[in-house]
């Protein structure tokens, strides 16, 4: 008999350790409550299939806050990530989902503050001198007011999510410099658009760690998919409707967002 039970307990140890395997792995994320706030990279314009409550913010099942969601099963989930908003639209309409049993927060906002849309309008449209002039006005912004706007936000959220970790995704390079467009804008726009967002993310990345959240870089990870890379192409150029212009496409969500925000989740 004593072969018998010995083999027992181990073929129990082995089911219970399966067991074990498989209920940790789609439950690894069963405590969490993530709230995903922010703009419209946040909210996935320009990565189509937009869910039908979000009108006019246009929160797309393609966005990584819903893959990181399709792929974790939180226990909670707000997404109120939306088109156009700014630090104060963040304040004002997005902090209401965020308590203390919130566990995961995800946020990138500051460039609709610094002007990204009218920026890449005038580069768009007009001559080289004024849209170098644009994006030195949207760099002085970024540089001088959005870091006490970034500081405000930071704490709000801290001071209504004590327990959270926060992640602050950025803003990739739009252009590749020296690509394979034969139309659009040239080399000298297209450098100081860039130049924007690596101000950006400067001023963002310090901002984050100064409030103890991760900061999540995505240039790297779009290395080789600007407008104009030779390779796949993760981000709209100019499209309609416009709003989605100069935004990740389904691609970019999932190819170069969702992989920098799950290692820093």
Same mark, same amino acid.
């Given at each position: 008999?004593?072969?018998?039970?010995?083999m027992s307990?181990a073929?129990?140890?082995v089911?219970?350790?399966l067991?074990?395997?498989?209920?940790?792995?789609?439950?690894?994320?069963?405590?969490?409550?993530?709230a995903?706030?922010?703009d419209?990279?946040s909210?996935?314009?320009?990565?189509?299939s937009y869910?039908?409550?979000?009108?006019s913010?246009k929160?797309?099942t393609?966005?990584?806050?819903?893959?990181w969601?399709?792929a974790?099963?939180?226990?909670?989930?707000?997404?109120v990530?939306?088109?156009?908003?700014?630090?104060?639209?963040v304040?004002?309409?997005?902090?209401?989902?965020?308590d203390?049993?919130?566990?995961l $927060?995800s946020i990138?906002?500051?460039?609709?503050?610094a002007g990204?849309?009218s920026?890449m309008?005038t580069?768009v449209?007009?001559s080289?001198?004024?849209c170098?002039?644009?994006?030195?006005?949207?760099k002085?912004?970024a540089t001088?007011t959005?870091p006490?706007q970034?500081?405000?936000?930071?704490?709000?959220?801290?001071?209504?999510a004590?327990?959270a970790? $926060?992640?602050?995704?950025?803003y990739?390079h739009?252009y590749?410099i020296?690509?394979?467009?034969i139309?659009?804008?040239?080399d000298?726009?297209r450098?100081?658009?860039?130049?924007?967002?690596d101000?950006?993310?400067? $001023?963002?990345a310090?901002?984050?760690?100064?409030?103890?959240?991760?900061?999540?870089d995505?240039?790297?990870?779009f290395?080789?998919?600007e407008?104009?890379a030779?390779?796949?192409?993760?981000l709209n150029?100019t499209?309609?409707?416009v709003d989605e212009?100069?935004?990740?496409?389904?691609a970019?969500q999932s190819?170069?967002?969702?992989p920098?925000?799950s290692a820093a989740?």
């Amino acid at each position: 008999m004593r072969p018998a039970r010995a083999m027992s307990v181990a073929t129990l140890a082995v089911l219970l350790t399966l067991a074990s395997l498989f209920v940790a792995s789609p439950a690894s994320a069963a405590g969490v409550r993530y709230a995903a706030l922010g703009d419209s990279y946040s909210a996935g314009v320009g990565a189509g299939s937009y869910t039908s409550e979000s009108g006019s913010c246009k929160r797309s099942t393609n966005s990584y806050p819903y893959l990181w969601k399709n792929a974790h099963a939180p226990s909670a989930f707000a997404f109120v990530a939306c088109s156009g908003a700014r630090t104060g639209d963040v304040l004002n309409n997005q902090l209401s989902v965020l308590d203390a049993s919130t566990t995961l $927060v995800s946020i990138s906002v500051g460039g609709n503050d610094a002007g990204f849309a009218s920026t890449m309008q005038t580069c768009v449209l007009d001559s080289e001198t004024a849209c170098l002039n644009a994006v030195a006005t949207a760099k002085s912004y970024a540089t001088n007011t959005l870091p006490a706007q970034l500081d405000n936000v930071y704490a709000k959220i801290h001071a209504k999510a004590p327990n959270a970790h $926060v992640v602050v995704l950025g803003y990739p390079h739009l252009y590749k410099i020296g690509g394979s467009c034969i139309f659009g804008i040239g080399d000298t726009k297209r450098a100081a658009i860039n130049s924007a967002a690596d101000t950006l993310a400067d $001023v963002t990345a310090k901002r984050a760690a100064n409030a103890g959240f991760s900061y999540a870089d995505v240039r790297s990870a779009f290395t080789g998919h600007e407008i104009c890379a030779s390779g796949t192409v993760w981000l709209n150029s100019t499209v309609l409707p416009v709003d989605e212009s100069y935004h990740p496409k389904a691609a970019g969500q999932s190819g170069g967002y969702l992989p920098v925000f799950s290692a820093a989740a």
